[in-house]
């Protein structure tokens, strides 16, 4: 089992001149990454380049700084770069033209098998950040912890202006027992605020809900399968309208950082549909008053992936005078297919999500659709023979 710790140095100072992709490398003084790793990386990379746009800085990191912040590549007489289209070695000295021309640069910095056998359950963390080579998801791994070392949710807003306090409410479970909660924010929510209220059908929105009080995460419970959620998804995340909104506002200063390429982007963020047109309650409440909530005042709205009596459509007839109801069971579809999936009551389990309160998160069971992929189509199942 195998570790890496990952620096990531940058500067943000004085840019200027015109908006450009964003050049980003990833220095190695331990070799190459195991084969499906480095592929996955590169690939990241491919995508950060084709997804951000930058000013250049009039300061770029310099081998010193190298030195300064990591000591222990003064041993190495070469490295192992790697940038989205090309891995070559290159000897020490020669990193000084990369860094010239590289807006963002990934160090890994060391490797400690020891962290794995400690912390099994432990997938990846920022600054550093811990790789378990065993994970099928290492694009989304990259992606989210290169955004992390970018500053989202790691750079504080300085100014105050968008920090916004936390508020305590009472949320009630599947048993009505009401217990108290604590809700939280991100920084640089400004332009994320928007999408989100349009997102989920609420205009009340007060804020990005974090997933605690350090606010490094969106909340789990809120944004499901969004890229920045504390846990990353087998089935895939999605880069929202919502994550572009953070990360263009994350800076300090008079002067924005990163520009999205919006066409680039596009067909990724407009997949988002985890918790599209929810409401208010929601956002809110548990997950148990959400359902209850709707199931009551909405029976036609479908909750997926929260499991809910709205994914049984009832259909009435008359045989003479007689009331006859046929319950009809809803199904899924994945896009640009045909194929239906039956949603069955045995394919509803309680499954553990971070709600984001204090102590890391509060974790919480909801029920959840099993084995629900990231894009689905909620249809009616065809009736049975004879039906």
Not at 42 to 58: D, G, I, P, R, Y
Not at 224 to 245: A, D, K
Request: with cysteine; glycine share 8%; proline share 6%.
């Amino acid at each position: 089992m195998q570790a890496l710790l990952i620096y990531f140095l940058t500067y943000f100072l004085s840019a200027h001149g015109s908006l450009t992709p964003m050049k980003i490398a990833v220095v190695s003084g331990y070799g190459s990454l195991e084969p499906e790793m480095q592929s996955q990386l590169q690939n990241s990379l491919n995508w950060f380049q084709s997804a951000f746009l930058v000013h250049k800085s009039s300061h770029p990191v310099q081998i010193s700084d190298i030195y300064e912040r990591i000591p222990e590549y003064q041993k190495f007489s070469s490295v192992l770069v790697q940038t989205p289209l090309h891995r070559q070695n290159i000897r020490i000295k020669g990193l000084k033209s990369l860094l010239e021309i590289s807006d963002f640069t990934v160090f890994i910095v060391a490797q400690d098998p020891r962290r794995c056998a400690r912390e099994p359950d432990l997938l990846a963390e920022a600054l550093p950040i811990v790789l378990l080579p065993d994970t099928r998801f290492y694009y989304d791994l990259f992606r989210h912890e290169t955004l992390h070392g970018l500053g989202y949710g790691l750079i504080v807003d300085k100014t105050g202006l968008t920090d916004k306090p936390s508020e305590k409410m009472t949320w009630h479970g599947a048993n009505g027992v009401g217990h108290p909660e604590n809700r939280h924010f991100l920084d640089f929510d400004n332009f994320a605020l928007k999408a989100g209220k349009e997102h989920f059908g609420c205009s009340n929105m007060k804020g990005i809900p974090a997933d605690g009080e350090r606010k490094n995460h969106l909340n789990e419970y809120v944004f499901g399968n969004e890229l920045m959620t504390t846990h990353l998804e087998p089935s895939g995340n999605i880069f929202s309208w919502i994550s572009v909104g953070i990360i263009e506002r994350t800076y300090n200063g008079d002067q924005q950082w990163y520009h999205i390429n919006r066409t680039y982007i596009t067909p990724e963020a407009d997949q988002y549909s985890y918790g599209r047109n929810f409401g208010c309650v929601f956002l809110e409440k548990s997950c148990h008053e959400f359902i209850r909530f709707t199931e009551a005042t909405k029976p036609n709205f479908k909750t997926a992936p929260f499991c809910s009596r709205n994914h049984k459509n009832v259909n009435l007839r008359y045989f003479y005078y007689f009331p006859i109801f046929h319950e009809f069971q809803m199904c899924y579809k994945l896009p640009n297919s045909q194929k239906l999936y039956k949603i069955s009551d045995k394919g509803c389990e309680m499954r553990r999500v971070i709600g984001g309160t204090d102590n890391g998160g509060q974790q919480r069971e909801c029920p959840i659709i099993k084995h629900l992929p990231p894009m689905y189509e909620i249809v009616q199942c065809p009736p049975p023979p004879g039906g």
